[in-house]
């Protein structure tokens, strides 16, 4: 199989969603004018790195695809995390729902350390591709639990 047929679209799926989440949400985004934990970054930090995450994520994908190592479990998993993933940022910029924000993104990373870990079983380099991503949705973790309690 050609590899643009492989990676463009497992690259353009998660990119375009997000993109998409992003256009819902932006005319809600008060993130800047919430008191906010320390590690704080600034609000235009977000958009660069999900875009670095979501190459990455599909990147990841496309290795197994390549490769021959997808499967029930690994698409279950990547597009349910994709999903958790996206509507996040719904429920905290939208809905408002801060509290229930919390608890959501700590399903995604759940969500992603499992879709992490089955990528890596199958090929190493699409589970280290992961890490950046594992490691962003747990500050990003603590970062809405700090929203919760200072405001």
Known sequence: MNKVKIYLPSV?????????????????????MLKQPPLSPPGVVFPIVWTIL?????????????????????????????II??????AFFVLKWRLFAFFWILLLDAAVILMAHQF??????????????????LFASYLNIGVVFLN
């Open 12 to 32: 353009l799926i998660p990119l375009v969603s997000g993109g998409i989440i992003g256009l819902i949400t932006s005319g809600s985004m008060d993130y800047d």
């Open 54 to 82: 979501y190459i990455l994520m599909g990147v990841g994908y496309g290795m197994l695809k390549e490769n021959g190592k997808l499967d029930d479990t690994v698409n279950i998993l990547y597009y349910g995390q994709l």
């Open 85 to 90: 993933n996206l509507l996040w940022p719904i």
């Open 120 to 137: 890596y079983k199958r090929y190493k380099t699409a589970g280290y591709l992961q890490l950046p991503y594992v490691i962003w949705v």
